[in-house]
Protein backbone atom coordinates (compact mmCIF):
# COMPACT_ATOMS: atom_id res chain seq x y z
CA UNK A 1 0.00 0.00 0.00
CA UNK A 2 2.86 2.66 0.78
CA UNK A 3 4.35 1.95 -2.78
CA UNK A 4 0.72 2.53 -4.35
CA UNK A 5 0.52 6.42 -2.12
CA UNK A 6 3.80 6.85 -3.23
CA UNK A 7 3.59 6.64 -7.14
CA UNK A 8 0.03 8.38 -6.89
CA UNK A 9 1.64 11.05 -4.89
CA UNK A 10 4.44 11.92 -7.80
CA UNK A 11 1.66 11.63 -10.16
CA UNK A 12 -0.30 14.23 -8.67
CA UNK A 13 3.10 16.49 -7.63
CA UNK A 14 3.76 16.39 -11.38
CA UNK A 15 0.75 17.28 -12.40
CA UNK A 16 0.49 20.17 -9.88
CA UNK A 17 4.37 21.46 -11.28
CA UNK A 18 2.90 20.98 -14.71
CA UNK A 19 -0.06 23.22 -13.75
CA UNK A 20 1.68 25.77 -12.39
CA UNK A 21 4.49 25.88 -14.67
CA UNK A 22 1.68 26.76 -17.38
CA UNK A 23 -0.11 29.07 -15.37
CA UNK A 24 3.53 30.93 -14.59
CA UNK A 25 4.11 30.72 -18.51
CA UNK A 26 0.60 32.15 -19.38
CA UNK A 27 1.78 34.82 -16.87
CA UNK A 28 4.50 35.86 -18.07
CA UNK A 29 3.46 36.16 -21.64
CA UNK A 30 0.45 38.05 -20.46
CA UNK A 31 2.56 40.43 -18.56
CA UNK A 32 4.60 40.79 -22.52
CA UNK A 33 1.82 41.25 -24.06
CA UNK A 34 0.61 44.16 -21.39
CA UNK A 35 4.03 46.00 -22.17
CA UNK A 36 3.64 45.52 -25.50
CA UNK A 37 0.32 47.02 -25.72
CA UNK A 38 1.45 49.55 -22.89
CA UNK A 39 4.29 50.56 -25.03
CA UNK A 40 2.36 51.13 -28.46
CA UNK A 41 -0.19 53.11 -27.27
CA UNK A 42 2.37 55.50 -25.66
CA UNK A 43 4.20 55.80 -29.34
CA UNK A 44 1.21 56.01 -31.14
CA UNK A 45 -0.61 58.31 -29.07
CA UNK A 46 2.27 60.32 -27.57
CA UNK A 47 4.97 60.17 -30.40
CA UNK A 48 7.38 59.30 -27.63
CA UNK A 49 9.84 56.16 -28.37
CA UNK A 50 12.93 55.06 -27.55
CA UNK A 51 15.37 56.00 -30.10
CA UNK A 52 17.78 53.36 -31.71
CA UNK A 53 21.28 53.42 -29.62
CA UNK A 54 23.28 52.44 -32.03
CA UNK A 55 22.26 54.81 -34.64
CA UNK A 56 22.66 57.49 -32.08
CA UNK A 57 26.26 56.68 -31.22
CA UNK A 58 27.23 55.37 -34.66
CA UNK A 59 24.95 57.29 -36.89
CA UNK A 60 24.58 53.96 -39.07
CA UNK A 61 21.07 52.05 -38.77
CA UNK A 62 20.95 48.82 -37.08
CA UNK A 63 19.03 45.54 -38.74
CA UNK A 64 16.23 46.83 -36.12
CA UNK A 65 15.63 50.38 -37.11
CA UNK A 66 12.18 50.73 -38.13
CA UNK A 67 10.88 47.88 -35.72
CA UNK A 68 8.56 50.35 -34.04
CA UNK A 69 7.17 51.76 -37.24
CA UNK A 70 6.77 48.09 -38.54
CA UNK A 71 4.71 46.96 -35.43
CA UNK A 72 2.39 49.92 -35.99
CA UNK A 73 2.09 49.63 -39.76
CA UNK A 74 1.15 45.44 -38.93
CA UNK A 75 -1.47 46.71 -36.16
CA UNK A 76 -3.34 49.09 -38.28
CA UNK A 77 -3.05 46.68 -40.89
CA UNK A 78 -1.00 48.78 -43.62
CA UNK A 79 0.86 45.80 -45.40
CA UNK A 80 2.02 48.16 -48.34
CA UNK A 81 4.50 49.97 -45.54
CA UNK A 82 5.88 47.40 -43.79
CA UNK A 83 8.54 46.60 -46.34
CA UNK A 84 9.99 50.30 -46.08
CA UNK A 85 9.88 50.37 -42.27
CA UNK A 86 12.05 46.91 -41.99
CA UNK A 87 12.85 44.74 -45.29
CA UNK A 88 14.35 42.11 -43.38
CA UNK A 89 11.13 41.71 -41.48
CA UNK A 90 9.10 41.59 -43.55
CA UNK A 91 10.54 38.27 -45.14
CA UNK A 92 11.21 36.48 -41.97
CA UNK A 93 7.95 37.61 -40.11
CA UNK A 94 6.12 35.38 -41.79
CA UNK A 95 8.78 32.43 -42.01
CA UNK A 96 8.76 33.21 -37.88
CA UNK A 97 5.09 32.47 -37.50
CA UNK A 98 5.07 29.72 -40.08
CA UNK A 99 8.35 27.50 -37.74
CA UNK A 100 5.64 29.10 -34.52
CA UNK A 101 2.60 27.29 -36.08
CA UNK A 102 4.76 24.23 -36.45
CA UNK A 103 6.37 24.01 -33.04
CA UNK A 104 2.96 24.65 -31.71
CA UNK A 105 1.52 21.59 -33.24
CA UNK A 106 4.38 19.38 -33.64
CA UNK A 107 3.23 15.33 -32.99
CA UNK A 108 6.45 14.69 -30.47
CA UNK A 109 6.31 16.80 -27.16
CA UNK A 110 9.41 14.78 -25.86
CA UNK A 111 11.75 16.50 -27.80
CA UNK A 112 13.39 19.86 -27.20
CA UNK A 113 11.71 22.29 -29.59
CA UNK A 114 14.87 24.14 -29.55
CA UNK A 115 16.70 20.99 -31.26
CA UNK A 116 14.08 20.55 -33.89
CA UNK A 117 16.63 20.86 -37.56
CA UNK A 118 13.66 23.68 -38.95
CA UNK A 119 14.35 25.74 -35.74
CA UNK A 120 18.03 25.82 -35.88
CA UNK A 121 17.92 26.23 -40.18
CA UNK A 122 15.13 29.40 -39.41
CA UNK A 123 17.05 30.39 -36.95
CA UNK A 124 20.47 30.19 -38.33
CA UNK A 125 18.97 32.03 -41.37
CA UNK A 126 17.82 35.00 -39.25
CA UNK A 127 20.51 35.27 -38.08
CA UNK A 128 22.72 35.47 -41.56
CA UNK A 129 19.62 37.71 -43.06
CA UNK A 130 20.36 39.89 -39.96
CA UNK A 131 23.35 40.87 -40.12
CA UNK A 132 23.20 41.08 -43.92
CA UNK A 133 20.44 43.69 -43.84
CA UNK A 134 22.49 45.79 -41.01
CA UNK A 135 25.66 45.61 -43.60
CA UNK A 136 23.86 46.17 -46.92
CA UNK A 137 20.97 49.10 -45.59
CA UNK A 138 24.12 51.27 -44.85
CA UNK A 139 25.52 51.26 -48.11
CA UNK A 140 24.63 54.56 -49.99
CA UNK A 141 23.57 52.54 -53.15
CA UNK A 142 20.80 50.62 -50.58
CA UNK A 143 19.86 54.10 -48.91
CA UNK A 144 16.18 53.30 -49.87
CA UNK A 145 16.28 50.45 -47.28
CA UNK A 146 16.91 53.10 -43.79
CA UNK A 147 13.45 53.96 -42.34
Known sequence: MHAFMKE?????????????GKRKRV???????????AY???TYFAGIGIPCIFRTVTGFCCPGCGVTHFAHD?????????????????VLLPLWAVVAVAVMFRKNDSSSWQRLPY??????????????FGIIRNIPFFAFLNS
Open 119 to 132: VRFVSHFSIIVLLA
Open 27 to 37: LVLFIILAAAI
Open 74 to 90: LVLMRFSKLPGDNAALT
Open 8 to 20: RFALFSGRIRSFF
Open 40 to 42: FMI
